[in-house]
């Protein structure tokens, strides 16, 4: 199997929540909710660069299309904190300062800041929210990776 990921998809309580936090909150372009004329089809996507794309899909859906039980209620604490830290994804950006900005952009949003930002022992600037459906994210600048130019 060659490595290759083209959509990185997580599991929402809302759609509807969800598309505002990263639409509107983020500022992140998306066609909006497509498929909703479909059992279990509804999804949202945004294009994180060429070739990648973050999909937003209901739990239940998302349970229902892979063969899985959806489960119900609220997560116990341990349960949220352990879901939250089997997956991270890092957002890194290209100075100190926009690790701090886009932080504070995602606060603004609606995120909760689970570790404000820091020197980290690695030599770079880094912090972490989750969303309002818990998934954890990683704003960073490494120093040792620069990023393309846009």
């Known amino acids: 199997m060659k490595p290759r990921i083209s959509v990185i998809t997580l599991g929402v309580d809302s759609l509807e929540r969800a598309l505002v936090f990263y639409r509107d ?3 992140w372009p998306t066609e909006g909710i ?28 998302l349970a ?22 089997e997956c991270v994804l890092s957002h890194n950006v290209a100075t100190r300062d ?35 459906d818990g998934h954890l994210w990683e704003v960073a600048w490494n120093p040792k990776w620069p990023l393309p130019a846009d």
């Open 98 to 132: 926009e690790v701090d900005a886009v932080l504070a952009q995602a606060c603004a949003a609606g995120a909760r800041i689970t570790q404000p930002p820091r020197d980290t022992f690695w030599g770079g600037y880094a912090g972490y929210f989750q969303d309002p």
């Open 34 to 61: 497509l498929g909703s004329d479909v059992e279990h089809g509804a999804v949202v996507f945004f294009d994180l660069q060429p070739a990648l794309k973050l999909a937003l899909f209901a739990r239940r859906s």
């Open 25 to 27: 909150g983020l500022g």
């Open 64 to 85: 229902h299309d892979a063969g899985l039980t959806a489960a119900g209620g609220p997560a116990e604490p341990v349960a949220a904190t352990r879901c939250a830290t």
